[in-house]
């Protein structure tokens, strides 16, 4: 039945004033998609520690079932952007339900590790269309003086799946086991296309025939699995690893490979010119490193719950669902400031608000009470709500409107290449740390380490995401500073000739 109503689609263009209606419900449509795109990431990061001992493996190898699952979406987030804007933004966004719905249950099924792995990639490959396709949609159907509030609201379905995550993940590893997280998307997977399928409307489609990129496609694959891979290895083989050291300068060579084919190619996946717009390419910055910092985040709190406080599942997962229910509230508020006072300060706001969260958070210990837990989170929460909506609307409205897939596929590349390298990254140094502090050989896993080396790694690790984040806001700030100074003088220039 989807099939055939996808067929029976015709290709046609939104026109600028779409009726009301029609506008909330396509984001209700698509807002479906992110919800258990969202829901799916953050039950899976709290089903981390079980997965660890039911499937026999180590801290390392599991976080590959987060990884996969990113790196997919990396590798095929910008194709699927591509193809949104040469065929049906609409079709493609179905097709990547049907295919994430599909893996989701062969993910509950997975024998062990490395078939998990292997299916948890494959739903990337489905989450790459809806991650790339959804925020475009958005755009299209709201007009530039409501986008702050369109993509607030998508913000903010975002946060609740968050939300729900881990709450509803430990129900679930309380009623059986941790297939049942993979396994509830199915039936929501299934609603979302029919949802999608017969309320969203048809989407801005260029019909000139254009060629798909094969070979950005391959070098962007080999550069993003050689980087993640060399860094996962820096955990388990420890920064005098050669095999990590040889995959970090494949991916680098492979970096300068990839825009180096992009710039020569007539059709490239990328066009490059896009990053000429100051307010696009450090909005792209800012978001990989506010997803970087959340990535980080959400991966370390479920250790330091599990291992330092030791709560029961279901106790964690509520915990974990604090966060997401500041960012609920405030993602549609911030985009309706940011609508009326500008995205950059309120951004700029949210990207503080994270430090001051982080350097709290770098305060946990084994003596945190649940009072202490949620008032340390509140900021952190905040920043993040007040963060997101505005920046990604500073991005989308200065893209080409005629690039508006390619810039909602770089959007979400972004926020994936941070969750990439914030899951890895911030992973290798608490172990290091942790492990440094405890006085234990490179090969022991580091959740065999001593309560107090755990705080300690934790500590230091926030700490650092914090000062990174500080560093970052600054330098943002003194290039926004510098651009207007130019833009004043210019004008002032021009008044005079």
């Not at 706001?349 to 945190?368: E, K, N, P, R, Y």
């Not at 942790?434 to 022991?444: R, V």
């Not at 755990?454 to 330098?475: D, M, P, R």
Request: charged share 10%; with cysteine.
């Amino acid at each position: 039945m989807i099939i055939s109503k996808i067929q029976e689609e015709q290709f046609s263009e939104v026109k600028p004033k779409t009726q009301a209606s029609s506008k909330w419900w396509a984001t209700i449509g698509i807002s479906i998609g992110v919800f258990i795109f969202a829901l799916d990431v953050y039950i899976v990061n709290l089903a981390l520690p079980i997965m660890v001992k039911s499937l026999h493996t180590n801290f390392a190898t599991i976080q590959w079932v987060v990884l996969s699952y990113l790196l997919a979406i990396a590798i095929f987030v910008l194709s699927a952007a591509k193809l949104g804007d040469m065929w049906s933004k609409k079709r493609l966004y179905i097709i990547g339900l049907i295919v994430f719905t599909f893996s989701s249950l062969l993910c509950g099924l997975a024998p062990n590790v490395g078939f998990l792995i292997a299916f948890r990639a494959l739903q990337g490959l489905g989450a790459a269309f809806i991650s790339g396709l959804g925020t475009a949609m958005i755009v299209e159907l709201f007009p530039a003086e409501e986008r702050g509030l369109g993509l607030g609201i998508r913000a903010g379905v975002f946060g609740l799946g968050i939300m729900l995550g881990p709450t509803i993940g430990g129900l679930l590893m309380t009623l059986g086991d941790w297939p049942l997280i993979f396994l509830i998307n199915v039936p929501i997977g299934i609603i979302a296309c029919l949802i999608v399928a017969y309320l969203v409307p048809s989407s801005t489609v260029d019909v000139t025939q254009q060629s798909f990129d094969v070979i950005g496609t391959l070098i962007l694959t080999i550069t993003l699995t050689c980087c993640t891979l060399g860094i996962t290895l820096l955990q388990s083989e420890g920064f005098g690893s050669s095999t990590a050291l040889i995959l970090l300068i494949v991916s680098l060579i492979g970096l300068a490979g990839f825009l180096l084919a992009e710039s020569q190619l007539s059709e490239p996946m990328l066009d490059l010119k896009i990053f000429q717009s100051l307010e696009f390419s450090l909005g792209l910055a800012l978001r990989f490193l506010g997803n970087f910092v959340m990535a980080g985040a959400i991966f370390m709190l479920p250790f330091f719950l599990k291992l330092v406080k030791q709560y029961p599942t279901e106790e964690a997962g509520l915990l974990l669902a604090v966060p997401p229910i500041i960012i609920v509230l405030t993602a549609p508020i911030a985009g309706i400031l940011s609508d009326r006072y500008g995205s950059r300060i309120i951004s700029l706001i949210g990207l503080l608000l994270m430090a001051i969260g982080c350097l709290v958070i770098s305060t946990f210990d084994s003596q945190l009470t649940v009072v202490s837990y949620i008032l340390g989170i509140i900021p952190y929460g905040l920043g993040v709500g007040m963060f997101q909506s505005p920046n990604n609307s500073a991005i989308m409205g200065a893209a080409p409107k005629t690039s508006l897939g390619v810039a909602s596929g770089l959007l979400s590349l972004s926020r994936i290449l941070g969750q990439t390298a914030g899951v890895p990254l911030v992973g290798a140094v608490f172990s290091f740390v942790t492990i440094t502090n405890a006085k234990l050989s490179a090969n022991i896993d580091v959740t065999n380490a001593p309560i107090e080396s755990l705080v300690f790694g934790t500590k230091i690790t926030f700490l650092v995401v914090s000062a990174l984040l500080l560093i970052s806001t600054i330098f943002a700030v003194c290039l926004w500073w510098l651009e207007k100074k130019n833009w004043i003088l210019r004008k002032e220039s021009g008044v005079r000739g």
